[in-house]
């Protein structure tokens, strides 16, 4: 091969390795890497994602949550997680993603909760609001007590049942799913907030071992995009 050939050869190579290591970017697997007393926020090795995790509540985790029944969820989004006397059942949390693109992108988004104990079990839902002031869950105390209501539906363990390094998916993960096939670009915009409130679960027995739990669990938020990247962020 002559000098000037070989030049040329070695040349295309390396453009060829700067493609692969570009589009390999794209593509990249995104997670949280700083974190406060309140958030959590996501950074990615592209400007493609931004996610952030923050308390909503100002509920003291001090001396634990109090154990919380499904059906009082309602009730504890409209008092922003304390009960009639004042006591913390829950606690909620505001989720923001950015997508730096004007492309429309389809996320599935799950919470993965691990308990501080093996005998204590979490439950959440989603919840909204207008004004990021007042919070309401999208079924009711009525609704709630029908005998049509699916609570599974509405109502989630946050249990993990894929293997962590494996994808999280509908079939096995449902209890983990918080949005399914939403938008995210274009029209819709490159900010998406969503909200989500937690509790210990109230299971009708003696539950002493929470007594003095300053933390009950940890949490991931993570986001699955149509095309299989992930990206997550951590949070208690």
């Known amino acids: ?34 974190t406060d007393a309140n958030t959590v926020r996501g950074n990615s090795a592209t400007v493609t994602f931004g996610l952030s995790v923050e308390r909503v509540t100002t509920v003291d985790m001090a001396f634990g949550l109090v154990p919380m029944k499904n059906k009082e969820a309602p009730d504890a989004a409209a008092q922003k997680c304390y009960d009639d006397l004042g006591n913390a059942g829950c606690q909620m949390y505001k989720i923001t993603i950015n997508a730096d693109s004007d492309t429309v992108m389809f996320l599935d988004g799950y919470i993965v909760v691990t308990p501080a104990d093996p005998l204590l079990e979490t439950r959440f839902t989603r919840i909204y609001t207008t004004d990021g002031e007042n919070f309401f869950t999208s079924f009711t105390n009525e609704q709630y007590n029908t005998d049509n209501f699916d609570e599974d539906r509405y109502i989630k363990t946050g249990a993990r049942v894929s ?15 918080l949005i399914e096939n ?55």
């Open 182 to 236: 939403e938008q995210i670009g274009g029209a819709i915009g490159r900010t998406r907030e969503f909200y989500a409130m937690i509790w210990v679960y109230d299971n009708n027995e003696a539950q002493d071992y929470l007594q003095g739990m300053k933390q009950a669990y940890r949490g991931e938020v993570i986001f699955v995009t149509a095309e299989g990247n992930e990206i997550s962020a951590t949070f208690d």
């Open 163 to 177: 293997l962590p390094e494996e994808p999280l998916n509908h079939a096995q993960d449902s209890g983990c799913l």
């Open 1 to 34: 091969m002559k000098r000037f050939d070989r030049k040329l050869f070695y040349f295309l190579i390396g453009c060829v390795t700067f493609i692969i290591t570009v589009v390999g970017a794209t593509y990249a697997y995104f997670t949280a890497d700083a």
